[in-house]
């Protein structure tokens, strides 16, 4: 049994390492994006000049169209008020329009947190990835992601809600059954292992085409 345990251990180890190397080249990406728009700032002010000095304001105001639509890529789709939140939230966001991925979230956290980083990173990016997979079974008209994330007293409370395919899923014990694969059993182990060492709580519910994840971590 202590060898199958280290086993498990190492695999799941691995998983998390990879998870995390996966968050942050979609955060690198999106810093990328956008270090490279303020690159070319300068520029963009000399043309809409040069259109100006014309008296040009068609051009001005295509110019000024095409900037909006570059600018709407790159920038923050959410301000959380915790880095950490932000960076995650918002590269997952950016992965999910890219999969034509409705997504609807509302969330406000404190600056400081005592959950750690590392945890809340595995925690959100795993909810994420899960809906998003999920959301991926339907017809982009009904994929759809919802995300709410506030203090509730002395805890945070996270709430993950995505559309599903399957109008109620099999439930094991806290898991519920899935056809994803090792990697997904792992994020859900990896995700109950950190609720549990944190003293949290956790609730997962399949319904009506709907699938939510509800958590609270104590924050004291």
């Not at 509302?106 to 795993?126: E, F, K, M, Q």
């Not at 759809?144 to 002395?154: F, G, L």
Request: with cysteine; glycine share 6%; proline share 3%.
């Amino acid at each position: 049994m202590p060898l199958f345990k280290k086993k498990v251990d190492q695999r799941i180890a691995a998983y998390q390492r990879e998870l995390i190397e996966t968050h942050y080249a979609e955060v690198e990406n999106m810093y990328k994006q956008i270090r490279g728009w303020r690159h070319d700032y300068r520029n963009h002010i000399q043309t809409l000049k040069a259109y100006a000095a014309s008296g040009n304001l068609d051009a001005i105001k295509t110019y000024l169209d095409e900037l909006d639509t570059d600018l709407a890529t790159v920038d923050t789709v959410i301000k959380t008020g915790n880095a950490m939140a932000d960076a995650i939230l918002n590269s997952k966001i950016s992965l999910a329009h890219s999969k034509d991925i409705s997504v609807h979230a509302d969330a406000r956290i404190p600056l400081a947190l005592t959950t750690p980083d590392i945890d809340l990173c595995v925690i959100i990016g795993n909810l994420f990835d899960n809906a998003i997979e999920a959301s991926l079974k339907l017809p982009p008209d009904q994929r759809m992601i919802r995300i709410y994330m506030d203090m509730k007293n002395t805890q945070l409370y996270i709430s993950f809600t995505n559309l599903t395919a399957e109008k109620k899923l099999q439930k094991s014990g806290r898991i519920f059954h899935s056809t994803k694969g090792e990697g997904h059993g792992l994020g859900l182990v990896r995700i109950d292992a950190i609720i549990d060492r944190l003293g949290g709580y956790l609730s997962r519910n399949s319904e009506n085409g709907a699938f939510t994840t509800e958590i609270l971590l104590p924050q004291q």
